[in-house]
């Protein structure tokens, strides 16, 4: 089996596409929702373009599928979720769903991995620092904690809203 951590994102009908992404990943990975691994709900601005408001989080699962499966099945949620498959980088989106973590792989596809904007985005490291502070980054060999508790919080706002499932 194998520890994976995802980012998921959303700043278009925020709610309704966060308990939809947890649903299908749920169901993608066999799992009851129980299973699932949660940080909180964290809500911020857009980072790179101007948009309205993100929910972030991050979610850790144990599986057995491969980082090759698992980088096809993320895509394939966020397009059945209505997802542009000629969307921007830095634009709105309905469903944003990225793999940071698989194991402690380091590699570059099918998705760079562990994925740069862990240490870079608040609403990544925050809500993964919090499910997994003890896990070491397998680049940096810090723990999430740390390289939490080392990041300028005041580089990027961020907030813990009520969980919206």
Known sequence: MAQIYISLGSN????HNVKQGLIALAHAFDLDFAQLTLSSLFECEAIGFNGPLFYNM??????QQSVVQVASM???IEFTHGRDHSAK?????T????????????????????RDEITK???V????????????HPILK?????LWQNYDHASQQLSIVDNCW
Not at 95 to 114: K, R, S, V, W
Not at 125 to 136: C, H, M, N, T
Request: charged share 25%; proline share 9%.
């Open 12 to 15: 278009i009908e925020r709610e």
């Open 58 to 63: 991050v979610i850790g699962i144990e599986c």
């Open 74 to 76: 993320l895509r394939e």
């Open 89 to 93: 980088k830095f634009s709105p989106r």
């Open 95 to 114: 469903l944003d769903l990225d793999l940071l973590l698989y194991d402690d792989l380091i590699i570059e596809q099918p998705a760079q991995l562990p």
């Open 121 to 123: 985005n608040a609403f």
């Open 125 to 136: 490291l925050w809500p993964l620092s919090q499910i997994a502070p003890e896990l070491i």
């Open 142 to 146: 810090q723990s999430y904690a740390d």
